[in-house]
């Protein structure tokens, strides 16, 4: 096709098609893996580019990325990097360090001077090998110094918020260290480049000069202007069009200067974001509008340039994988070692300190920044630069595996969980109910409901409320959600129908990326006797709850509870129906703490089929309690239940059994009339299958009784 060939427009949007392509498609499997997406993304450029689309198909890498094509598609990535470090510095907030200045700067610090000087060290002794005399030495191992010292503070970011460490200790210093080790790298890296890209020691030291004489003019000049522009947003009519022309126009200008001052564009962007007042509405509203176009396009585009840059097969000999393997050795030695030692000295426990170096440990694509940087100033040959990707790729992927092996789930239960008072022996455990929360409109009903069972408390009883959600890139936004989530979002209607009630709820809220698995963990850490959940009945005429309930309902420890809502308002009209099996005693036990709370009645619908002539009335028994038992004889038992719903309930407690058009958390599409036919909230419970359990059956002097017939 000549077309593709000569149309530079056609070309590039081919070629990033591709890229989102490979990338997006790369992006589920390490997700499953649980690695973060820079690491697809990464690799989507190493797959495209001669490592092994070129090796397995030069032609059609030829034809795909042409070498007279590669500026351009450097050029558009050079302008995702100038949005995305500007994003990056956005999220260097001050309340990052709030509370742990020392301590994070002293590991911090720490983390740059060990592996800086490992790196330095190696660069002695590498730079007869993998330079070229045209490279001043003092340039190679400035640069190899500060390679080895970087941490990626994006994607530590988002390792945190997954493994929801972000509002712990451990995560708190963590991303604290990071915000400080980002502005002293690329405060070491601006000199680094100024050495390199000098003609002569009186070249450099103007080029410091002005680097000084332009941070001091950011900080002095520039902010104060910046702080009344975001005052200005935030109490007018917010962020319009033209504020965000002016932003941007600053941003140019600042890349500009640095540029021209020889220390790069991209440490203007970073700088320019990291002065931008962080208390107002300008720092938030400017990355929602610009991190999509940056992360999700543009971004993209740079990992492709960077795997197209990568050829592995260069090196090939087992002395070049040697000298890789122990760059990485030295790589992760004084990242790991430095951080961890000072962490431990701050007064951190030795499996905390650990995290914490294992956590300083990724690099990721503040790394591949650096490399690219060093390759194109011609500091790093192409041989060097691909040892270092791989350096980068193998710190960044063993993060998060090693981080759950040497830091798991219940040392970051210990970390951010407050643990409760410890009872005594001959204490009965409190009755705990944990509400779970997506959607603000369910939440009053999850209350009501949870008033009821706990009864007239005079039992020891807890209630919580959690609330997740998905986690971003971005750890002001975080710590933000998680200050506010607590108070307000879709906590907020459930806590003011609690405070009505006069029901103490502990709220709890923080990012997941696995909501069913946090939610079974966190019940099983505050020992919860039951997960109640909400779903809403358009959702259930599809056919399912969702896979979140089915996945709660595998792995829970406790019994499930989903509350199907249509307008909850009170209780006090109950059914409960039975026709055998643990997921109908479990809807009767549960029954039968909601009987206890005043004002409510309830009914036992008891069905039996026409031919169990076995069963009687009698089989179940009231011990107390203003309850009702009617026994039915029906063929169907869901058609017995709806006749039933008709005499006017508030409520209807079913097991999550396939009779009921219910099963294991997904609704069952042969029989789903119950939840599509009756206008009755629906209160669908199950036993707990994490522990393979089973409920038992009542015990005598509890509110129902089972008896032998």
Not at 117 to 144: K, Q, R, T
Not at 490 to 507: I, N, S, T, Y
Not at 583 to 590: F, K, S
């Amino acid at each position: 096709m000549p077309h593709l060939e000569f149309n530079a427009l056609t070309l590039l949007l081919v070629q990033i098609a591709a890229i989102l392509v490979v990338s997006r498609g790369l992006g589920f499997v390490t997700r499953w893996l649980g690695q973060p997406l820079v690491i697809a993304e990464v690799l989507a450029g190493i797959v495209l580019g001669p490592s092994l689309l070129g090796w397995l198909w030069p032609e059609g890498m030829a034809g795909l990325f042409p070498a007279t094509s590669l500026p351009v598609l450097r050029m558009l990535s050079e302008i995702g990097l100038v949005l995305f470090m500007f994003l990056v510095g956005l999220e260097l907030d001050p309340k990052l360090l709030r509370g742990r200045t020392h301590s994070s700067i002293a590991i911090s610090h720490t983390s740059i001077i060990f592996p800086f000087a490992l790196g330095a060290g190696a660069a002695w002794w590498l730079y007869d090998s993998y330079s070229s005399p045209e490279v001043p030495f003092v340039s190679f191992v400035l640069f190899f110094g500060a390679a080895m010292s970087v941490t990626a503070f994006p994607v530590l970011a988002r390792i945190l918020s997954e493994r929801h460490l972000l509002t712990s200790r451990v995560g708190a210093i963590a991303i604290a260290c990071a915000a400080i080790d980002d502005v002293t790298a690329w405060c070491i890296l601006a000199f680094v480049v100024a050495v390199a890209r000098a003609q002569g020691l009186v070249h450099a030291v103007w080029t410091s000069g002005f680097a000084v004489a332009f941070i001091v003019a950011m900080l002095f000049v520039a902010r104060p202007f910046l702080g009344r522009l975001a005052s200005r947003v935030a109490s007018r009519e917010g962020l319009t069009p033209t504020v965000v022309a002016i932003t941007l126009l600053f941003l140019l200008l600042s890349s500009t200067v640095t540029e021209l001052i020889g220390i790069h564009a991209l440490f203007g962007a970073f700088m320019f974001g990291a002065i931008l007042p962080k208390d107002g509405k300008l720092a938030e509203a400017l990355a929602d509008k610009l991190e999509t176009v940056a992360i999700v396009l543009l971004l993209p585009l740079f990992f492709a340039h960077s795997g197209l840059r990568t050829e592995i097969g260069l090196v090939s000999q087992p002395r070049e994988w040697l000298v890789t393997g122990l760059v990485i050795l030295l790589a992760t030695a004084g990242k790991f070692g430095g951080s961890a030692l000072a962490a431990r000295l701050t007064g951190l426990r030795w499996r905390e300190a650990g995290a914490i170096g294992i956590l300083m440990n990724t690099r990721g694509l503040m790394e591949l920044i650096v490399l690219n940087l060093g390759l194109d100033l011609g500091v790093i040959s192409p041989t060097m630069f691909t040892m270092l990707v791989i350096m980068a790729l193998v710190t960044t992927f063993a993060t998060t595996p090693i981080l759950r092996w040497f830091y798991p789930d219940h040392e970051i239960a210990r970390d951010r969980l407050v643990e409760p008072a410890q009872a005594s022996a001959d204490d009965a455990p409190p009755f705990t109910v944990m509400m779970c929360v997506s959607d603000a409109t369910v939440g009053p009903s999850l209350a009501t409901v949870a008033a009821a069972l706990m009864g007239e408390r005079d039992e020891p009883a807890n209630l919580l409320a959690l609330h997740l959600w998905n986690p971003t890139d971005r750890p002001s936004v975080e710590l933000r959600r998680s200050e506010n989530e607590q108070s307000t979002g879709p906590l907020a209607p459930l806590l003011a129908r609690a405070q009505e009630l006069r029901l103490e709820v502990r709220p709890l809220a923080f990012a997941s990326a696995e909501p069913a698995v946090h939610i079974c963990r966190t019940a099983e850490a505050r020992q919860a006797s039951l997960i109640l959940l909400g779903a809403h009945k358009p959702l259930l005429l599809e056919g399912r709850l969702s896979g979140t309930v089915s996945e709660v309902v595998a792995g829970a420890h406790c019994p499930v509870g989903v509350l199907v809502d249509v307008g909850l308002g009170k209780l006090s009209r109950v059914l409960v129906a039975h026709a055998g099996g643990p997921e109908d005693l479990a809807a009767v036990d549960l029954a039968r703490r909601i009987a206890r709370s005043p004002g409510t009645s309830l009914t036992l619908l008891h069905v039996v089929s026409p031919d169990d002539e076995g069963r009687s009335l009698s089989e179940l028994d009231l011990a107390g309690g203003p309850v009702r038992v009617r026994r039915v004889e029906h063929a169907s038992p869901t058609d017995a239940v709806l006749e039933e719903c008709q005499r006017g309930y508030d409520l209807v407690v079913l097991g999550m059994h396939a009779r009921w058009g219910l099963g294991a958390g997904v609704v069952s599409l042969r029989r789903p009339r119950v939840l599509s036919e009756t206008q009755v909230s629906i209160l669908a419970v199950h036993p707990p299958l994490g522990s393979g359990a089973v409920v038992p059956a009542p015990q005598p002097g509890s509110l129902w009784s089972a008896r032998p017939n």
